[in-house]
């Protein structure tokens, strides 16, 4: 390997960012942007404009959105402060022993088992164009393994790779799906639009389904955010990372599904007789967000099985190559439904440690240590959140509320360990 590509290699995992390494607000913008212009993005549009009319689609779609930024926001400027990534952010709130063995864990699982199903669809959509565009039938298992490599490679890179990946793909992705979705209405009208809806969700129900399909996003967005330089260039990098994306990919999941009565804007693409342009924007999309998910496993594989900080590298190989294997063996379609319960904890972890770092913390990150073992109020506060969020409201994103709260209570009769202060950033 060339010295150019060894120090492009991100080696470190797990400690602080140092200043000289911090990046521009609009470099990591784009690798935020990345993240939600998505087959996923599109798929909550199609979703939102099947179960409830149009307008109420639009604005419960922006306002899970702004709810996922306003998480972002407070959990980011926390991962900017004290430059390290979530799985380390933790060791204060849930104690290094909590955090390794409780959170890192199933943050690693989560990103693994997303990784994996992503290839999968990756590939199986790969497939079905190049047979629609040549011909061709190439096997699903090999176009996922194929493809979860080359996502992966980027991954194993670091920040950098991720930075570069962006911003040549994001205006590149927005092209095209611009040119997909004026040729769906030349080809099938406008008529769709004007087709009335029998509603089967509810406001509150539409803008829980938007949060949810961001929230582990959410409370790992300082995985991305530990690279910038203060808290006002996290709120710039952000905001205009997430809202444009956001609403963009919306707005067309809305379209695509009226017009076209298909939410998938490559399957359109191929409809409309240009799949070989259906096949970049498939690639391309799912690429931008896959790397981050190999990403943030490898970090929390790091913290999890306490490994040295060089080996992120080889953690996120192989934590990818995990999840690629499990892609290709099915097994994946088996444990979706607990990929989705475990929304319910990262919500309720997220509003704990919002609690932990802005009201008990005050914000002060010259405040913030690792608290050694397990920190029994935040893993307490977090059980309760879960419970009430699963059991007795049944929305899984309430759970940043109840955790915030609960939190605030448990630690009036138990004081977190996080209180006593030695005054160091680790």
Same mark, same amino acid.
């Given at each position: 390997? @060339?010295?150019?590509?060894?120090?492009?290699?991100?080696?470190?995992?797990?400690?602080?960012?140092?200043?000289?390494?911090?990046?521009?607000?609009?470099?990591?913008?784009?690798?935020?942007?990345?993240?939600?212009?998505?087959?996923?993005?599109?798929?909550?549009? /199609?979703?939102?404009? /099947?179960?409830?009319?149009?307008?109420?689609?639009?604005?419960?779609?922006?306002?899970?959105?702004?709810?996922?930024? %306003?998480?972002?926001?407070?959990?980011?400027?926390?991962?900017?402060?004290?430059?390290?990534?979530?799985?380390?952010?933790?060791?204060?709130?849930?104690?290094?022993?909590?955090?390794?063995?409780?959170?890192?864990?199933?943050?690693? =699982? @989560?990103?693994?088992?997303?990784?994996?199903?992503?290839?999968?669809?990756?590939?199986? /959509?790969?497939?079905?164009?190049?047979?629609?565009?040549?011909? &061709?039938?190439?096997?699903?298992?090999?176009?996922?393994?194929?493809?979860?490599?080359?996502?992966?490679?980027?991954?194993?890179?670091?920040?950098?790779?991720?930075?570069?990946?962006?911003?040549?793909?994001?205006?590149?992705?927005?092209?095209?799906?611009?040119?997909?979705?004026?040729?769906?209405?030349?080809?099938?009208?406008?008529?769709?639009?004007?087709?009335?809806?029998?509603?089967?969700?509810?406001?509150?129900?539409?803008?829980?389904?938007?949060?949810?399909?961001?929230?582990?996003?959410?409370?790992?967005?300082?995985?991305?955010?530990?690279?910038?330089?203060?808290?006002?260039?996290?709120?710039?990098?952000?905001?205009?990372?997430?809202?444009?994306?956001?609403?963009?990919?919306?707005?067309?999941?809305?379209?695509?599904?009226?017009?076209?009565?298909?939410?998938?804007?490559?399957?359109?693409? /191929?409809?409309?007789?240009?799949?070989?342009?259906?096949?970049?924007?498939? =690639?391309?999309?799912?690429?931008?967000?896959?790397?981050?998910?190999?990403?943030?496993?490898?970090?929390?594989?790091?913290?999890?099985?306490?490994?040295?900080?060089?080996?992120?590298?080889?953690?996120?190989?192989?934590?990818?190559?995990?999840?690629?294997?499990?892609?290709?063996?099915?097994?994946?379609?088996?444990?979706?439904?607990?990929?989705?319960?475990?929304?319910?904890?990262?919500?309720?972890?997220?509003?704990?440690?919002?609690?932990?770092?802005?009201?008990?913390?005050?914000?002060?990150?010259?405040?913030?240590?690792?608290?050694?073992?397990?920190?029994?109020?935040?893993?307490? @506060?977090?059980?309760?959140?879960?419970?009430?969020?699963?059991?007795?409201?049944?929305?899984?994103?309430?759970?940043?509320?109840?955790?915030?709260? &609960?939190?605030?209570?448990?630690?009036?009769?138990?004081? @977190?360990?996080?209180?006593? %202060?030695?005054?160091?950033?680790?």
């Amino acid at each position: 390997m @060339s010295e150019e590509n060894k120090k492009s290699m991100e080696d470190f995992a797990l400690e602080r960012v140092k200043p000289e390494d911090r990046k521009g607000w609009v470099s990591l913008a784009a690798v935020q942007t990345g993240l939600f212009i998505c087959v996923p993005s599109l798929l909550l549009g /199609a979703i939102l404009s /099947a179960s409830m009319p149009l307008w109420q689609a639009l604005a419960a779609g922006i306002i899970g959105y702004l709810l996922t930024i %306003l998480i972002s926001f407070f959990l980011g400027m926390q991962g900017a402060d004290l430059g390290i990534p979530s799985a380390v952010i933790t060791c204060s709130t849930f104690g290094t022993k909590g955090a390794r063995i409780l959170i890192s864990s199933l943050l690693a =699982i @989560s990103m693994i088992g997303w990784f994996g199903i992503n290839c999968n669809v990756c590939g199986e /959509a790969f497939s079905n164009l190049m047979h629609i565009a040549t011909g &061709v039938e190439i096997p699903v298992s090999i176009s996922s393994i194929a493809w979860g490599v080359i996502m992966l490679l980027s991954a194993v890179f670091g920040m950098n790779a991720l930075k570069k990946l962006d911003s040549v793909s994001i205006p590149l992705l927005v092209i095209i799906m611009v040119l997909g979705t004026v040729m769906a209405f030349r080809k099938f009208g406008s008529a769709g639009l004007a087709v009335e809806v029998e509603q089967s969700m509810t406001m509150m129900q539409g803008i829980g389904l938007s949060f949810s399909f961001t929230a582990v996003a959410a409370v790992t967005c300082s995985d991305i955010t530990r690279f910038q330089k203060s808290r006002k260039e996290t709120i710039k990098s952000t905001f205009w990372g997430i809202l444009p994306a956001a609403i963009f990919t919306l707005v067309l999941g809305i379209l695509m599904t009226k017009v076209a009565a298909d939410y998938d804007i490559s399957s359109v693409l /191929a409809t409309v007789g240009l799949p070989f342009l259906g096949i970049i924007v498939l =690639i391309l999309a799912t690429w931008t967000t896959n790397s981050l998910n190999a990403y943030s496993a490898g970090l929390d594989v790091v913290m999890t099985f306490n490994l040295p900080d060089n080996k992120r590298k080889l953690a996120t190989l192989v934590t990818g190559l995990v999840g690629i294997v499990l892609a290709v063996l099915g097994i994946l379609g088996h444990i979706e439904s607990f990929l989705s319960l475990l929304s319910y904890v990262f919500s309720a972890m997220g509003g704990v440690m919002m609690a932990d770092y802005w009201i008990v913390g005050k914000g002060k990150p010259e405040s913030w240590h690792r608290v050694e073992g397990f920190n029994w109020t935040g893993i307490l @506060s977090t059980i309760i959140a879960i419970a009430i969020a699963a059991f007795v409201v049944k929305v899984d994103y309430s759970g940043l509320l109840w955790g915030l709260i &609960v939190y605030l209570i448990v630690e009036k009769f138990i004081p @977190s360990k996080s209180r006593e %202060l030695d005054g160091t950033v680790e």
